[in-house]
């Protein structure tokens, strides 16, 4: 039997601390809070833990991809680079002879007719890579400060200039290669025939010194659109009122390009250049679609030639070590440029 329970008088100011004994109703509920309290940052845990693991479970296909796709090849090509590879034992390279660093000696030795012929390819791409993405950097940044006022016909002009960045590689430079051609190209129809230039006898664009003119010209075609592209986006975030307080202090169309436009492009200038850089210098379409497998030495980019070097001549461990030549020197050029533009930046915001 229980005692029946005490009733306090109302008024009378005391306290009654009531005290559960174990198995009550009181009791398990306790119990049941005190460990809700003690597991609860637990439970907590491995939900946060599921929310910041999420984004990398969403990467994990593309890397996978990555790694099949370009880490494995980079990995075989590596390790070709120190075998004697050639045409008899393609069904197995790992039976190569095994050559050290002898296929990169050979690579580098200017002495001889190997490496003779890839410092001349070297020297050919960097002029051109140097003459292309200054050009599309150019262009593209006059058409982007051209069309950034509203005007009639910008968006048919835009559209316009976007046509050769979105026409596929291979459609637009074989278009190319029909118009060099000598005899019945649209190149020299129009300068010879039409505008009286360069004499009635016709040039020849695909051979010879005028082939590095005719490949400069469709790289900078159909690459200045994208500079066009990222400066004309870039350009959106300039406010207007900057533009409004230089009219107001005299300032003329050429100082506030100087003075406004170019050094709030400062950072997407920097990252535009080295993109631009690094596709220009690994070009291997617009040589390949214009000359075939054997470009004139006027216009042997360092791509084709590598691939002559491992395809044409069937030395596939000379070609795998001047790629792996090629890999480090962007690499060298990539990492040096970061560190001089990120210095500089740094420099900038300090004053």
């Known amino acids: 039997m229980t005692s029946p329970p005490r009733t306090v008088p109302a008024g009378t100011g005391s306290r009654t601390t009531h005290t559960a004994t174990a198995g009550t109703p009181t009791a398990r509920t306790g119990g049941v809070l005190a460990r809700v309290r003690r597991t609860g940052g637990g439970s907590r845990r491995p939900a946060r833990l599921r929310r910041a693991s999420l984004p990398y479970l969403l990467l994990l296909p593309a890397l996978l991809l990555e790694l099949l796709v370009h880490l494995v090849p980079m990995v075989m090509g590596i390790l070709m680079s120190f075998r004697k590879l050639t045409q008899f034992f393609i069904r197995d390279w790992s039976r190569a002879p095994w050559t050290g660093f002898d296929n990169y000696e050979l690579s580098v030795d200017v002495g001889r007719p190997v490496g003779r012929a890839l410092l001349d390819s070297f020297v050919t791409t960097c002029l051109f890579t140097v003459l292309s993405v200054a050009l599309c950097w150019l262009l593209g940044t006059a058409a982007a400060v051209f069309t ?26 074989i278009t ?99 993109v631009l850089f ?61 560190l001089l533009t990120g210095r500089g930046r740094k420099d900038a915001d300090a004053r």
């Open 148 to 173: 950034q006022h509203s005007f009639r016909g910008r968006g048919l002009l835009r559209a316009l200039f976007f046509v050769p960045y979105a026409l596929p590689a291979y459609a637009a430079v």
């Open 176 to 274: 190319w290669a029909f118009m060099f051609q000598r005899d019945n190209g649209l190149v020299n129809h129009v300068l010879h025939d039409q505008l009286g230039l360069g004499g009635a006898e016709h040039t020849f664009w695909l051979i010879g010194d005028n082939s590095f003119w005719a490949m400069l010209t469709v790289s900078i075609w159909k690459s200045w659109p994208f500079a066009f592209l990222i400066v004309t986006a870039a350009l959106q975030n300039i406010p207007r009122e900057l533009y409004e307080a230089a009219a107001l202090d005299g300032a003329g169309v050429w100082q506030q390009i100087r003075r406004i436009t170019l050094p709030s492009l400062g950072a997407v200038n920097q990252v535009l250049v080295l």
């Open 278 to 338: 690094l596709w220009t210098f690994n070009d291997f379409n617009t040589p390949f679609l214009l000359f075939g497998r054997a470009a004139p030495d006027a216009a042997d980019l360092i791509s084709l030639h590598i691939y002559q070097s491992s395809f044409v001549t069937w030395n596939f461990g000379t070609g795998s070590a001047m790629s792996v030549l090629l890999l480090l020197f962007l690499l060298l050029v990539t990492a040096a440029y970061l």
